[in-house]
């Protein structure tokens, strides 16, 4: 009798120290090189100090949203302009999968910021967003100071990868890239906002980040 206590609570106890050091199947990014790192996120608070940087911005209803509104939130980052005519009309179609997916959870957000925000008013962007039919609560669409946005994409989002990070913060900011963060707001991944298999793949990396 005592060998068989002794056998399952070592069994326990073993399944406890193999859950404890899973890592993650969605990996870490913690510089503009995108290398991933598959690490559990006891290692990963440790290893992985990048996080994104607080913010406050203006959204489409004029309400202010920063860092902290995102706070304990899955949040999933693009970079558009309302006037723009090439890639981010196929990001917004695509990102409208994601957000029906998620249209009554509050846990994941979206934030679209706008990259000519002297043109892009809240006012434009609420008339951009129902224009393309969306009526999801937590998708804001983000203006402010450019210096800030644009400094915010290369810096902390890493948006335009390694040549995004140098860039002059002056040059234009056009990117097809979407960014996934996680609660503790570090970077989980990077998807073309163009092709649909990224976007499939981002909403199956949200999933786990979900049950994180």
Known sequence: MLKTVYFRSSI???????SCKQESSVPYYNS?????????????SRQIPHTIAPFSF?????????????????????????????ICPVMIKNLKIVSSKYQKSEDVVLLSFS??????????????????NITNPNWHFLTGNKT?????????????????FTSDSTKFLHTEHIILADRDKKIRGIYNGTLQTDIEQLIKDTEVLRKE
């Open 115 to 132: 990259v000519t925000p002297w043109i892009d008013t809240p006012q434009k962007l609420k008339d951009f967003k129902v224009k393309n």
């Open 148 to 164: 800030e946005i644009y400094k915010l994409a290369r810096q902390s989002y890493f948006a335009e990868e390694d040549l995004g």
């Open 58 to 86: 203006t959204d489409q209803n004029k309400k202010t949203i920063t860092d902290q509104s995102v706070n304990q939130k899955i949040h999933i980052a693009s970079f558009i302009f309302t006037s723009c005519g090439s």
């Open 12 to 18: 326990f106890w073993l399944l406890v120290l193999l």
């Open 32 to 44: 503009p090189d995108f290398e991933p790192h598959f690490l559990s996120q006891k290692d990963a």
